[in-house]
């Protein structure tokens, strides 16, 4: 078994542990950092296409915000959670896209002004966040989940 930590390492935010167990490739949330430049997460160790699942602790942005990002990227593994952390995220996830889109779009044309920035494009998009959803799995709370090769 590996383990390493790839968010909230420096502060609270962002949180998301890479595990290797059992020949498999999982994570343990994928959070946004925040408080600071979002487009400047920290990039996964491994292609996201060859994460097999994520098991989420809970629906808050600093540890499922990125979510969406891991999709667009070809992952297309299950997300473990409660139902309730299931519920929120498909509200949180969409209401994310829509900030990221919005912030792009804003600092796009601030640069077109100064000429300093080049076009920034969101993290991902609307229809990122949808897809996301239909990966996640509802979990009981203590139900066991097996990782197995």
Request: hydrophobic share 40%.
């Amino acid at each position: 078994m590996k383990l390493k930590f790839i968010g909230a390492d420096h502060e609270v935010t962002g949180s998301c542990h890479y595990l290797e167990a059992c020949g498999r490739h999982l994570l343990v949330d994928y959070g946004m950092e925040q408080g600071r430049n979002v487009f400047e997460n920290v990039p996964l160790p491994v292609n996201a296409a060859l994460i097999d699942a994520v098991f989420l602790t809970h629906a808050h942005i600093d540890h499922s915000g990125l979510l969406p990002l891991l999709y667009a990227n070809g992952f297309r593994g299950k997300i473990y959670a409660t139902e309730a952390t299931t519920d929120l995220c498909g509200i949180m996830l969409r209401d994310s896209a829509h900030i990221q889109m919005q912030e792009a779009e804003w600092r796009s044309r601030k640069g077109a002004r100064n000429k300093s920035i080049a076009q920034i494009t969101p993290l991902y998009t609307m229809e990122d966040a949808d897809n996301t959803m239909k990966c996640f799995v509802p979990c009981a709370y203590n139900e066991e989940i097996p990782v197995e090769e």
